[in-house]
């Protein structure tokens, strides 16, 4: 495999710090990058954040570098070529060291203390693997003011028809689900029987539910807890340019065409378990109604994200 390895500052086996890796893949997300790091820093819980750049073509490596000369817990992977997000995750999980491993995304940031409630919630509930709420900031939008909204939610944690997990959903307590959010607290014996599946190509829809199911079908526990909260910055646009549309049209495609594979590769778990899940036992019937469902969904929040933005555009004018 070709890529680069930096590191610096500390040893990687300093016992300063805790026992999570967090492990991190970007493409071309060198702003937010600056952003979200700093965040799972403030967290003693983490001895190391490795950050796999999956051949960026931005100042990623630049940003990457100033950011560990401030602290030698991250560590940096660069693949030369892209070679898609559920490779760039796997080559995280190869060089995490330490018994827990946070596998997050480039614009998701935990809020305080959530790293500590999901460690120990791990431990109290007997869990493998177990994801906190996920709270998703829509364009000009506050952590507070999507807090609020987010708290409207009465959708339970998994909706087992389209096989989506709510990441606002709220219980009382923690409770054993199907499916979690993309940003999960795994241990490390799990990670050393499951992979990623490299078969979701493109948008890389589905990776995370289809490495959750097979966890699920191996007999591990999954919890989700809604009193760890990490929040999902608005990344709309990135890298789109002005084509709109075709960009659209090619995100919906990636998402009916993984969604079919994931189904099929899961058919004979989710006939015995989740049964509601195929439309008469079709994977393409249930992707076809997957597809248009999250085709609605996602015409509905690019409409809104418009209106808002020429709105501020107005509100910047008039200055």
């Known amino acids: 495999m070709a890529y680069e390895l930096h590191q610096m500052g500390v040893l990687r086996d300093s016992k300063k710090y805790g026992a999570i890796s967090v492990v991190m893949p970007t493409y071309n997300r060198a702003e937010i990058l600056a952003k979200v790091v700093p965040k799972y820093l403030q967290s003693d819980l983490v001895g190391e954040v490795i950050i796999v750049d999956d051949g960026s073509q931005d100042n990623t490596k630049t940003v990457v570098t100033e950011l560990m000369e401030r602290d030698g817990r991250i560590h940096y992977i660069g693949h030369q070529v892209n070679q898609g997000r559920t490779y760039a995750r796997n080559s995280g999980i190869d060089y995490a060291r330490l ?41 000009g939008e506050s952590e507070l003011e999507a807090s609020i909204r987010a708290d409207r939610s009465r959708r339970p944690p998994v909706d087992r028809r389209f096989l989506d997990h709510n990441s606002h959903a709220q219980t009382a307590v923690d409770v054993q689900v199907e499916l979690l959010g993309a ?14 599946a490299n078969c979701y190509a493109g948008n890389a829809w589905r990776e995370e539910s289809d490495f959750q199911l097979l966890a699920a079908s191996a007999g591990f526990r999954l919890i989700f807890c809604p009193h760890a909260v990490f ?20 995100y919906i495609y990636w998402i009916f065409r ?7 590769r899961h058919r004979e778990y989710l006939k015995t378990n989740i049964p509601e899940s195929l439309i ?40």
Do not use: C
């Open 99 to 139: 018994e827990l491993i946070l596998i997050t995304e480039d614009d998701v940031a935990p809020s305080p203390d959530s790293l500590e409630i999901l460690s120990s919630h791990l431990a109290s509930s007997n869990g493998d693997i177990i994801a906190g709420r996920r709270i998703w900031l829509r364009l």
């Open 183 to 196: 940003t999960m607290l795994v241990r490390r014996h799990i990670v050393s029987q499951i992979r990623f």
């Open 280 to 319: 008469l036992g079709s994977p393409i019937l249930s992707s076809l109604l997957y597809t248009a469902y999250r085709s609605v969904w996602l015409i509905w929040l690019e409409s809104r994200r418009m209106r808002l933005s020429k709105e501020k555009q107005k509100t910047s004018s008039a200055r």
């Open 258 to 264: 993984n969604n079919i594979i994931f189904l099929q």
């Open 231 to 250: 929040y999902h910055y608005d990344r709309h646009m990135a890298g789109r340019g002005s084509n709109r549309i075709k960009s659209g049209l090619n």
